[in-house]
């Protein structure tokens, strides 16, 4: 009777214990998954905006392209350019058919590079004519954009470009500072920004050796500019323009000759005057078998191709063109007072009006 008696008060005395308490784990839930969530933020935001590197050495216009602009490029199966139809926006067509047309973004670009993740180019807008863009704060700069889908867009600097040039990894532009105009260097990934020099020499024409350009000031000679060690080395003494190294020649605009096409080699040897008429602009075959050129010569300008190999001339077309880009095979020009677009193929020289579709 005892042993029962101790038996019931050791079942009362459990009954007053108080109750396990299991949700002190689960207060804590809420604060790990905010953690989980701010790493998984941080983590995607880093792959997001790391820097895929381009192929070294490999430039993502041709230097004619840019000279005349840089509103065309071609780079992987596809053309990247300004849609006149479109106020000017940026826009992808595969370059095989002309057909099969994307937007890539709503900025108007100027000296378009392609590099096998983005593009690198100079915003337009303030060329623009009508209503500034919503959200459209800094109408120019030097930006990135992927190539596909035009996401990610990022500033490398916020001022007019009067020239952009991608080589590698590398991107030499020209900085506009108070009035004051300098060349700068800065790199895919914005990693850096420095200046070269304090000068407003054109980085149009590059390669692993240096940065070619006609002097800016007092004399216009062919100079050939270090980026690294910052000095310049004379090729040509010559009156010069626009220079572009294609192949193993150096091409300009001679000033002395009435702004004729005129070339050298890479060393400043053998000069050739190569039109006999004042030019406008040009553009020469990567191979360096055909000179495109717009002579500006009043009611009897036009635009004519001479072939480097057998010095034939042809005409293309009678009128006032402009922004001759060479695209693999074909010719791109642009109307000089209406922008109509129009190509031809170096294989039948056949010109045709090139309308592209508009995206919404």
């Not at 006149?84 to 994307?102: G, H, I, Q, W």
């Not at 690294?228 to 090729?235: A, N, P, Q, W």
Request: hydrophobic fraction near 35%; charge should be negative; glycine fraction near 8%.
């Amino acid at each position: 009777m005892t042993l029962a008696k101790d038996d019931n008060i050791l079942k009362d005395l459990e009954l007053d214990k108080p109750p396990k308490k299991h949700g002190k784990f689960f207060k804590y839930i809420p604060a790990v998954l905010i953690a989980i969530g701010i790493i998984a933020f941080w983590g995607t935001n880093k792959l997001m905006s790391r820097t895929v590197p381009n192929t070294a050495g490999v430039p993502g216009n041709t230097t004619c392209n840019l000279y005349n602009g840089g509103i065309f490029c071609e780079y992987d199966g596809e053309i990247y350019f300004c849609n006149p139809l479109d106020n000017e926006c940026m826009y992808a067509v595969d370059s095989a058919t002309l057909k099969k047309f994307r937007k890539i973004t709503d900025d108007r670009p100027g000296f378009i590079n392609a590099t096998t993740k983005y593009i690198v180019y100079a915003r337009q807008n303030y060329l623009r004519d009508g209503a500034k863009p919503l959200f459209d704060y800094t109408t120019s700069g030097l930006f990135r954009v992927n190539r596909k889908g035009g996401r990610n867009t990022m500033m490398y600097y916020e001022e007019p470009v009067s020239m952009a040039t991608l080589y590698g990894n590398d991107i030499y532009y020209n900085y506009y500072d108070e009035g004051n105009i300098s060349l700068h260097h800065t790199d895919l990934g914005a990693e850096f920004d420095v200046m070269i020099i304090d000068s407003p020499l054109i980085p149009g024409s590059v390669d692993g050796q240096g940065i070619y350009y006609a002097g800016p000031e007092g004399n216009h000679y062919l100079y050939r500019l270090d980026p690294v060690s910052k000095t310049s080395t004379l090729i040509y003494e010559g009156n010069c323009y626009n220079p572009a190294l294609v192949g193993g020649s150096l091409y300009f605009m001679s000033l002395s000759n009435n702004y004729a096409i005129a070339r050298v080699d890479k060393y400043g040897a053998n000069p050739t005057i190569l039109t006999r008429n004042r030019c406008a602009c040009y553009n020469v075959t990567p191979d360096e078998q055909y000179l495109i050129y717009q002579v500006d010569d009043g009611a009897n300008s036009r635009i004519e191709v001479l072939n480097l190999y057998s010095t034939e001339v042809r005409t293309i077309a009678e009128g006032n063109y402009t922004a001759i880009h060479i695209l693999g095979n074909r010719v791109f020009y642009r109307d000089f007072f209406d922008n109509t677009i129009y190509y031809f193929d170096l294989s039948d020289f056949e010109v045709n009006e090139f309308t592209p579709k508009v995206v919404e």
